[in-house]
């Protein structure tokens, strides 16, 4: 008999923005599997029964092979990511993973939506990302910088709200400098910026700023940099895209 897999969104961090589907699938499975930040995240929802398998970045791919096979033997097992688990998540492994398995050994598979790094960062400072907006990641290690700066480009002339993932860390530190040259080519240096780390968490810090002043030294791997359009305006403490074209 074959079990269920469920993927886990767990959200930005706090346990109030974890959605109650999220926490009854948590406290549901018999085997919990995730990167070790991500079990921490969920730690107030296991319990003594379950097993709990943790795991190091860069083992994504192990850990969904892992969580299918456990599946497919017959256990419910959560596979837990911080955020939304569709986006930069473990959704796709996951599925993926699964396909490969004959039908008749597959097991089921659900996603859990979580709320993702971008909106919880856009409601901390207002409204940046309330009409068209895009998401894009400069982390090169899955994608070359090649096709993520074309990505970038496309963006950036289509006049789209923008919401920046992994951009900067320790062994990373000009991707975002060139994604402010970038765009800095099709709009202003008065465009606003938001520089939000670690949303949702109790170190959480905001910074507002403009992308002709973006210093990318007080960035790191757990900032979201929201861009705004060109009709982006900051009111206040709050940067607010209107959703009518002239409003």
């Known amino acids: 008999m074959t079990g ?12 109030e923005h974890r959605t109650p589907a999220a926490a009854q699938a948590v406290r549901e499975a018999e085997v919990v599997l995730g ?3 991500y079990i921490d995240a969920c730690a107030d929802l296991l319990g003594a029964g379950q097993t709990v398998l943790r795991g190091r970045m860069t083992e994504e791919s192990r850990r969904a092979e892992q969580a299918v096979a456990l599946a497919a033997a017959g256990h419910r097992v959560a596979l837990v990511s911080s955020g939304d688990a569709g986006v930069y998540g473990m959704a796709t492994l996951a599925l993926s993973t699964a396909a490969e398995l004959p039908v008749a050994r597959r097991p089921e598979v659900r996603v859990l ?23 894009l990641t400069l982390s090169s290690l899955l994608t070359p910088w090649e096709e993520v700066e074309r990505r970038l480009r496309a963006v950036a002339a289509a006049d789209l709200a923008l919401a920046l993932y992994n951009p900067r860390s320790a062994g990373r ?32 810090h905001v910074r507002l700023t403009t992308l002709g002043e ?28 209107p959703r009518a074209a002239g409003a």
């Open 35 to 37: 990167y070790s930040a």
């Open 4 to 15: 269920l897999l469920t993927v886990v969104g767990l959200g930005p961090g706090a346990a």
């Open 173 to 204: 530190t000009w991707q975002l400098d060139r994604a402010r040259e970038v765009l800095l080519e099709h709009r202003g240096p008065g465009t606003q910026v938001a520089l939000v780390t670690d949303a949702a968490r109790p170190e959480q």
């Open 113 to 135: 939506p979580g709320v993702t790094a971008a909106l919880a960062s856009s409601a901390l400072v207002g409204a940046p990302l309330a009409h068209d907006f895009a998401c």
């Open 214 to 241: 973006l210093d990318s030294s007080v960035v790191g791997m757990t900032t979201t940099v929201l861009v705004g359009a060109s009709a982006t305006r900051r009111l206040g403490d709050w940067l607010v895209t």
